[in-house]
């Protein structure tokens, strides 16, 4: 290949057509999505029925959950019942409640501006909205956090009955009003629907994610009434957690959670077809040989941004490897897997006995925190802990099925201990 040219042209591709990233509320991108028709009416559905309210999408991480959401946001604001959002709003451990509610109503602000640019000149309510927002982030704010309030257990450093301590908190009775005219004039316009997803709540241990919601729960309800739509998307079990420790919240949500198991097989193929077509010149094929599409969705439980992801890295790395070549073999794709898998744990550092718990678990393929004694732990916690760590490297996956606990090998861990063939290392 020429020296600066695009990797993907070289292979006959406008672009990559196993992007990995989730989907955009646009068209191009609403043309990518396959499946979830069962799904889709369940989200539709309540949003379509009132006029405002709080719902729940769960699934485990990497089933495609944001790119559902979006794609419902874009079908609906293609409809004229709802403007999406075009920023992603996302809870992370430091996040302050009130500006992460300020942030939801400067996202609402500019969807509003995308769809009418000059809505605000002509109303007082809509340019009272825009003023407020501009001079809190003229002033320094941050809605997205960095605060440390300690209102998230452990990880904010207080426990569950911690109060909001945010700075805002004595203007919140003027932003609130303020922002409650601004809906009203944007509901003249056309607009008296707004969908806001949260994103990351499956970053957030339960207790975190549950006392978040506690302090926030008032102030959606505040949007609901005004025509906002809250998407929540979260973890499996989610709702769950919310209904055991967050009762006031559970209490508000909109029928039951959208449930989102990983697409079939012929799902992430004909996703991968669809992108090759759209973005393929002169009848490209795809360039992965599709039995190693196949090997990925079995090691990674059918994980597809974790099979998009690792196809691109492939991709990129046997390139470097053998710049001159257009098609890559299946063996080829193996050894480059497996290879940066190791690579990526070898990085991290991980003690003897961690690895130990890995090399044992892709062949169990599951592990339970009582089976401490058989790993070599000396009680179950230190094993928990273990476990948890190797969570949060992503080398391991959590399920709970009812009251049962059990960990599962991600991806990265399947294929550092796979043999080229595909067996047990």
Same mark, same amino acid.
């Given at each position: 290949m020429p020296e600066g040219e695009n990797v993907w042209e070289w292979f006959g591709f406008r672009k990559n057509p196993y992007d990995f990233l989730p989907l955009a509320v646009n068209k191009e991108d609403r043309a990518l999505f396959v499946g979830r028709d069962a799904e889709l009416p369940r989200l539709v559905a309540p949003i379509e029925s009132d006029a405002g309210g709080v719902t729940v999408v769960e699934g485990r991480a990497g089933v495609g959950?944001?790119?559902?959401? &979006?794609?419902?946001?874009?079908?609906? @604001?293609?409809?004229?019942?709802?403007?999406?959002?075009?920023?992603?709003?996302?809870? #992370?451990?430091?996040?302050?409640?009130?500006?992460?509610v300020l942030s939801a109503f400067s996202t609402c602000m500019g969807s509003l501006e995308l769809s009418n640019p000059r809505a605000a000149d002509g109303d007082p309510y809509l340019k009272a909205g825009k003023a407020m927002v501009t001079q809190m982030l003229n002033s320094g704010w941050s809605f997205s956090g960095g605060l440390g309030v300690g209102l998230l257990g452990g990880q904010g450093g207080a426990g569950k009955t911690a109060a909001p301590s945010s700075p805002l908190l004595p203007a919140m009775p003027s932003i609130l009003n303020t922002?409650?005219? @601004?809906?009203?004039?944007?509901?003249?316009?056309?607009?008296?629907?707004?969908?806001?997803?949260?994103?990351?709540?499956?970053?957030?241990d339960d207790e975190s994610a549950a006392n978040f919601m506690n302090v926030v729960r008032d102030y959606m309800i505040t949007f609901a009434k005004k025509g906002v739509w809250w998407v929540l998307i979260?973890? /499996?079990?989610? +709702?769950?957690?919310? /209904?055991?420790?967050?009762?006031? +919240?559970?209490?508000?949500?909109?029928?039951?959670?959208?449930? #989102?198991?990983?697409?079939?097989?012929?799902?992430v193929?004909?996703?991968?077809?669809?992108?090759?077509?759209?973005?393929?010149? $002169? $009848?490209?094929?795809?360039?992965?040989?599709?039995?190693?599409v196949s090997w990925l969705y079995k090691l990674s439980d059918g994980e597809v941004r974790a099979i998009f992801k690792k196809l691109t890295d492939m991709i990129f790395e046997y390139h470097a490897t053998v710049p001159s070549a257009k098609t890559i073999t299946g063996t080829a794709a193996r050894n480059i897997l497996i290879g940066e898998a190791?690579?990526?744990?070898?990085? #991290? &550092?991980?003690?003897? &006995?961690?690895?130990?718990? #890995?090399?044992?678990?892709?062949?169990?393929?599951?592990?339970?925190?009582?089976?401490?004694?058989?790993? &070599?732990?000396?009680?179950q916690p230190a094993f928990r802990h273990a476990l948890e760590k190797l969570c949060y490297f992503d080398l391991v996956r959590r399920k709970e099925a009812g009251r049962e606990v059990m960990y599962l090998p991600t991806a990265d861990t399947n294929l550092a201990f796979q043999k080229v063939n595909g067996s047990a290392a």
């Open positions: 959950k944001t790119s559902f959401v &979006n794609v419902v946001q874009y079908d609906r @604001w293609q409809s004229k019942s709802c403007l999406p959002s075009f920023q992603v709003l996302q809870v #992370l451990p430091n996040t302050d409640p009130i500006g992460f922002a409650g005219k @601004w809906f009203d004039a944007a509901s003249k316009l056309g607009w008296s629907k707004f969908i806001i997803p949260v994103n990351n709540l499956d970053m957030l979260a973890k /499996e079990g989610f +709702v769950h957690a919310l /209904e055991n420790r967050a009762h006031r +919240v559970s209490e508000i949500l909109t029928g039951p959670p959208v449930k #989102l198991n990983p697409l079939s097989l012929d799902e193929k004909k996703a991968i077809d669809v992108r090759a077509s759209k973005y393929g010149k $002169g $009848g490209a094929k795809a360039p992965v040989p599709d039995e190693i190791r690579r990526r744990i070898e990085g #991290l &550092n991980i003690q003897t &006995n961690w690895i130990r718990v #890995l090399e044992r678990m892709v062949s169990k393929m599951k592990v339970y925190q009582g089976e401490f004694k058989d790993y &070599n732990f000396n009680s």
